[in-house]
């Protein structure tokens, strides 16, 4: 099964496509993830990419498409996460898949309104070592509990979100026009708990998987 988790930025699509890695036995391929791996290694691609992502800006089209070609060699069963962020992307994922099945079953929508997005990013902690992310409204922990620390984003203060909820409003619509004519758009509402949004992903997925076997 190949999927896409397209939403705003903290609604919560990392979280989500851990479960559903977890629940379907997809790999979970975060963009997010895997660039500020190349930063901390500090790789050539991430010593080219860190004042980009610093400002909350997108890392250009070449590099990412070249990443997750390679991680789609590597893998059948994925879940994208982060990735494609623009028409183009989506495009070009689009005519790689058609070369290199499968293509894609399904694109989740995770929806979510602006002032949700701030509250949720700011107070949002991760963990340096598991990645696992807590808000501070429900979390008062010093650490996680695989003995990691728990940071702030370089990313995630308000002006910084404010940004990238301009960027990712302004790159959204044409991806979600693209995907509803392909007819693999599903929104899913993400103002919910995580249980809540699972529920509808979930139904979703069982809806196509089991006519498939
Ligand atoms: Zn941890």
């Not at 590099?63 to 070009?92: C, F, K």
């Not at 602006?114 to 922990?141: A, E, M, P, W």
């Amino acid at each position: 099964m190949r999927m896409v988790m397209l939403g705003a930025p903290g609604a919560g699509k990392g979280t989500q496509a851990r479960l559903v890695s977890t629940k379907y036995g997809a790999v979970h391929l975060s963009m997010g993830s895997i660039l500020r791996h190349e930063v901390a290694e500090q790789t050539e691609i991430g010593r080219s990419i860190r004042g980009t992502l610093s400002k909350g800006d997108m890392v250009e089209d070449g590099i990412v498409n070249m990443i997750i070609e390679n991680q789609l060699q590597r893998y059948e069963s994925v879940i994208l996460d982060g990735y494609p962020r623009t028409l183009l992307q989506a495009q070009h994922l689009d005519r790689y898949l058609k070369e290199h099945p499968p293509v894609l079953d399904v694109v989740f929508l995770l929806e979510l309104a602006v002032d949700s997005v701030i509250h949720r990013l700011s107070g949002r902690r991760v963990c340096d070592r598991c990645s696992k992310t807590y808000h501070i409204q429900f979390y008062r922990l010093e650490r996680c509990p695989c003995g990691g620390h728990l940071i702030q984003r370089e990313d995630d203060n308000p002006e910084t979100i404010r940004h990238r909820m301009e960027v990712y409003q302004a790159e959204i619509k044409p991806l979600r026009d693209f995907y509803e004519q392909c007819g693999l758009l599903y929104p899913i509402g993400a103002d919910q708990s995580v249980e809540g949004i699972f529920a509808d992903i979930s139904e979703v997925l069982d809806g196509i998987i089991l006519p498939k076997m």
